[in-house]
């Protein structure tokens, strides 16, 4: 193991510096000094059983100060109250409308469906993309159209403050980001270079020209990554991208309960590995040799097994660390549940993928994706981004 954990040093060497150099390259949404703008931005919210948070959401959007916004709100197929909830806001502002979605076509996921059909009823030259339960600060908007302008961006996608109420939902969510980190290096989002690319599904906010440039949601219809996939289609088309944080502008409950985050990780997990098994069979025994193992030989290994475990162990929990204060709020001590959030991590990616292949696809919002439907999608938008 010594040779093996010895390579691994140069790679967290690697990634900790990388870090270092591209998180100064993403912005504070928070250090934006709002400007009045006459621009109509238009928001639109995709939801689907939200009756716990729509309100919510919509209240906090109302709220907004020194800007011109009006909301499209679309009931996608739900079976609670939230259409209710919907109509009732509707009755009492003129600023939102109401769109109810009862049949999903072919050939796309909900959410995606949902979001073109509200952006096709659009009037504003600016649309945000949003989720039906985000929660805004009064000068969000205000201050994402100042950078837009100042910057004459064409995309900006914004990182919110990601809220969990337990000690592993907490845990899950820092190891995603730390994953997250290094896998996709958000902070190309602000580099010229075509590479790369970002998209928060919590904030998109994008010009219209751009998004109808790219070929709108129809060019993500069948992406469960659908977020991710819209900003590297922006980024790739040679649009001018930022990607800032507003962890005290955006709030979100990313998950109620472990139960949601195991159902959520079913979604993502083949979408995020590119629908291989190889790769996703090489990222389980990659995050257990390399997250794992060094906490287990620091005790057990030989001597010289032990000492590069130790340099691998603290390299960890300086990259874990960062990306931890970069890009959430939750306490540093966070840190030193790596090794178990790695199994938990690892748990959760080989049930996702079990069920994945035993179901022959993913279940999503009421609906059957077939594995074989999703990778074809996949392939061919991947022809398309070349």
Excluded at 152 to 177: K, Q, V, W
Aim: aromatic share 12%; with cysteine; glycine share 8%.
């Amino acid at each position: 193991m010594f040779w093996v954990f010895f390579g691994l040093l140069f790679v967290w060497m690697i990634l900790l510096v990388d870090f270092l150099l591209g998180i100064r390259k993403i912005p504070r949404l928070e250090d934006t000094v709002p400007s009045q703008t006459d621009e109509l931005v238009s928001v639109i919210i995709a939801a689907k059983d939200e009756e716990d948070a729509i309100r919510e959401t919509l209240h906090t959007l109302l709220q907004q100060k020194n800007v011109r916004c009006e909301i499209i709100a679309v009931n996608d197929r739900s079976s609670d109250r939230t259409g209710e909830f919907i109509d009732e806001t509707v009755a009492s502002y003129s600023t939102i409308r109401a769109v109810h979605i009862n049949h999903l076509p072919d050939g796309w996921l909900g959410k995606n469906h949902a979001l073109k059909k509200g952006a096709e009823l659009t009037s504003g030259a600016y649309l945000l993309f949003t989720d039906a339960d985000i929660r805004f600060d009064e000068q969000t908007l205000a201050k994402a159209m100042t950078a837009m302008k100042v910057d004459e961006l064409d995309h900006l996608t914004a990182a919110p403050n990601l809220e969990a109420h337990s000690f592993a939902l907490r845990g899950l969510i820092s190891y995603f980001l730390f994953g997250f980190g290094y896998l996709k290096r958000p902070w190309t989002a602000n580099q010229k270079k075509p590479r790369g690319g970002m998209g928060i599904g919590a904030f998109q906010m994008m010009t219209k020209s751009c998004y109808q440039k790219i070929g709108n949601h129809e060019a993500v219809r069948f992406r469960p990554d659908d977020d991710l996939a819209l900003g590297q289609k922006v980024k790739a088309s040679g649009f001018k991208q930022q990607l800032v944080t507003a962890k005290q502008l955006l709030s979100v409950e990313w998950y109620p309960d472990f139960k949601s985050a195991l159902k959520g990780v079913e979604k993502n997990a083949f979408a995020g590995l590119n629908y291989s098994i190889p790769l996703s069979l090489f990222a389980l025994f990659g995050v257990l040799i390399s997250q794992v193992f060094p906490f287990i030989f620091v005790f057990f290994g030989s001597p010289a097994v032990q000492i590069i475990s130790a340099i691998n162990i603290l390299l960890l929990f300086c990259l874990y660390g960062l990306t931890t204060r970069s890009f959430t709020n939750y306490p540093l001590g966070m840190i030193f549940g790596l090794p178990i959030f790695a199994l938990l991590f690892v748990f959760m990616l080989g049930r996702a993928l079990i069920l994945t292949w035993v179901r022959g696809g993913i279940e999503w919002r009421g609906n059957r994706y077939s594995i074989k439907e999703l990778k074809q999608f996949f392939r061919n938008s991947e022809e398309d981004h070349r």
